[in-house]
């Protein structure tokens, strides 16, 4: 498999589940800004987006809700999704549809604000609106966090590689989680976590786990 990333972009959860994962992939590292490997990118995913996984037949994977749990379903070992036969694998699968639509949305939209209008005081507006937005979703995790360790219970999986990302930037946004203690340690745990250490730290194209 070849998968397409960019650092901190939401690429990094499928690096994430990855390293958690023990799974082999050659990482194909792009940037606009720098103009690496776009016109490759492009061939592969016309919206150019990242992550973009390509498996080995060939095909091409996108949109982190399927490559997440493509790439959970090839290590079943990992335990980062339950199988079908487990009612478990749905909450693992709403929280993880939570993260990329209902958080990643509003945080996209708050960071680009400035695309939406030129002035300064709808600009003002507009950061008032995705704030208060993003803290009322914020509630569905502060209310678990305080009593597991993870989302769904004690054990990582691809909804946690993914509110990784989510939460690194909403805390950027929010300017901290003053007011969401629980939410607060939830993130510090997930920072934690070794894979999450290795994933962030990918730079260039290479193999992971050549030795396996
Ligand atoms: N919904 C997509 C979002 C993918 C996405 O927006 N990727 C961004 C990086 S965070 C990107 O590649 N942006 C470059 C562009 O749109 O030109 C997913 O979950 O995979």
């Known amino acids: 498999m070849k998968y397409f990333y960019s650092t901190e972009s939401s690429s990094v959860p499928g690096l994430i589940a990855m390293e958690e994962a023990q799974i082999d992939c050659e990482l194909i590292e792009t940037s606009k800004s720098r103009n690496v490997n776009i016109d490759l990118l492009e061939s592969f995913n016309p919206l ?31 335990k980062l999704l339950p199988p079908p036969d487990e009612r478990s694998r749905y909450d693992v699968l709403s929280w993880l549809a939570y993260s990329v639509t209902d958080l990643q949305k509003p945080l996209g939209m708050g960071f680009r604000r400035k695309e939406l209008t030129s002035s300064e005081a709808a600009q003002a507006e507009l950061l008032t609106f995705f704030r208060n937005t993003l803290e009322r979703f914020l509630m569905r995790i502060e209310r678990v966090a305080g009593t597991s360790r993870y989302v769904t219970g004690d054990t990582f999986t691809i909804a946690d590689c993914h509110l990784y990302f989510t939460l ?45």
Do not use: C, H, W
């Open 48 to 78: 150019s987006q990242v992550g973009t996984l390509v498996l080995d037949d060939g095909s091409v994977l996108i949109q982190n809700l399927a490559i997440l749990t493509y790439l959970a379903d090839l290590a079943p070992a990992s």
């Open 168 to 212: 690194k930037y909403i805390k950027a946004l929010l300017g901290g989680f003053d007011e969401l203690p629980m939410t607060a340690g939830y993130f510090e745990r997930l920072s934690d976590r070794p894979s999450v250490q290795r994933a962030i730290a990918i730079k260039g194209d290479r193999r992971l786990r050549e030795d396996a």
